[in-house]
């Protein structure tokens, strides 16, 4: 664990304004657990407007006819809800009520 918080202090340090970790399991991977940074030069990030873009790239996607058995935004988003304890190790404080409602309300 300490390793991906040292990971995302590089990355701030490096300049990035803001960066988020996640993972996502897949079968044939050894462990089948990858984990990732997505980082952003801009230090406005903001959780529910990464959820509007997802929903709109999807659609956009559908709409020229791409589609997929897999992907979907809501397993998009997921991928960057993490245990509570690896979020407080990672971000400082427990995420807002707000947060976790845009998350959930997103997946109804």
């Not at 701030?12 to 993972?23: H, M």
């Not at 407007?49 to 809501?74: A, C, D, K, N």
């Not at 990672?90 to 707000?98: D, Q």
């Amino acid at each position: 664990m300490e390793s991906i918080v040292e990971w995302h202090d590089r990355v701030l340090t490096a300049g990035f304004g803001s960066a988020r970790y996640g993972s996502t399991y897949i079968s044939s991977y050894p462990t089948g657990q990858i984990g990732f940074m997505l980082c952003h030069k801009a230090e406005d990030y903001n959780e529910a407007s990464m959820l509007r873009s997802i929903e709109e790239r999807f659609e956009r996607m559908t709409q020229m006819g791409v589609y997929t058995s897999y992907y979907h935004p809501p397993l998009h988003a997921s991928s960057f809800v993490l245990p509570l304890w690896v979020h407080n190790k990672l971000y400082g404080a427990r995420p807002t009520i707000e947060v976790v409602s845009s998350i959930v309300s997103k997946e109804a």
